[in-house]
Nanobody
Framework: QVELVESGGGLVQAGGSLRLSCAASGLSLTNIIGWFRQAPGKEREFVAAVTSSGGRTDYADSVKGRFTISRDNAKNTVYLQMNSMKPEDTAVYYC?????????????????WGQGTQVTVSS
């Protein structure tokens, strides 16, 4: 049984930083873990993803150069380091997982989801 638990959300001023964590269990050796976000009134969107080895990552254009995804397989945890944050980064952030080795951007490709954590960036 796959379980994903996010933590680390909160309130930060524009230009500040936050680090989100996703504790994962029940995944196969080959998997993708991604971060998505959903702002009020908007669709859930892809933010970043990482392969099981950590050797390959991908990012949405809106966060490239500001966010970094990484994973510590010894701790079964994936991180999203968010720097130079903007008010438009305000959203509920979700951790998601899929089996296999290909990174996809569509919500529908990820069958496993965490409960989400709120991130609010004030201007």
């Amino acid at each position: 049984q796959v379980e994903l638990v996010e933590s680390g959300g909160g309130l930060v001023q524009a230009g500040g930083s936050l680090r989100l964590s996703c504790a994962a269990s029940g995944l196969s050796l080959t998997n993708i873990i991604g971060w998505f976000r959903q702002a009020p009134g908007k669709e859930r969107e892809f933010v970043a993803a990482v392969t099981s080895s950590g050797g390959r990552t991908d990012y949405a254009d809106s966060v490239k150069g500001r966010f970094t995804i990484s994973r510590d397989n010894a701790k079964n945890t994936v991180y999203l380091q968010m720097n130079s944050m903007k008010p438009e980064d305000t959203a509920v952030y979700y951790c998601a997982a899929k089996f296999g080795g290909n990174i996809y951007y569509a919500v529908s490709q990820y069958p496993y989801w965490g409960q989400g954590t709120q991130v609010t960036v004030s201007s």
